[in-house]
């Protein structure tokens, strides 16, 4: 079983910064794709960031500049640095990792339950 869970949400007032902790736990061979998303009320889940285990980043339009990813591999560990935070920032932030249990095997995409962000004006 593999097992994703976020933590580092919070609220925060409008410029401000929070970091965002993803850990991913369990029977892990091997762990690629990571990204981060986000869901605010009423709209569909947005990928905000990913990064792979390569080190290839990608990150929306809505927060480059603002957001940084990383990642330990050694720890299979994600983080999302957010900086510069709007009210418009708010929403449920999801991880994922898409791991691999044994050698040569196919991956799978795994999910966290979210962590809440909310930025005040």
């Known amino acids: 079983q593999v097992q994703v869970v976020e933590s580092g949400g919070g609220l925060v007032q409008a410029g401000g910064s929070l970091r965002l902790s993803c850990a991913a736990s369990?029977?892990?061979?091997?762990?690629?794709?990571m990204g981060w998303y986000r869901q605010a009320p009423g709209k569909q889940r947005e990928l905000v960031a990913s990064i792979t285990s390569g080190g290839r980043i990608w990150y929306g339009d809505s927060v480059k500049g603002r957001f940084t990813i990383s990642r330990d591999n050694a720890k299979n560990m994600g983080y999302l640095q957010m900086n510069s935070l709007k009210p418009e920032d708010t929403a449920v932030y999801f991880c994922?990792?898409?791991?691999?249990?044994?050698?040569?095997?196919?991956?799978?995409?795994?999910w966290g339950q979210g962590t809440q962000v909310t930025v005040s004006s």
């Open positions: 994922n990792a898409d791991v691999s249990q044994v050698s040569g095997g196919p991956f799978f995409r795994y």
């Open positions: 369990g029977s892990i061979f091997s762990l690629n794709f």
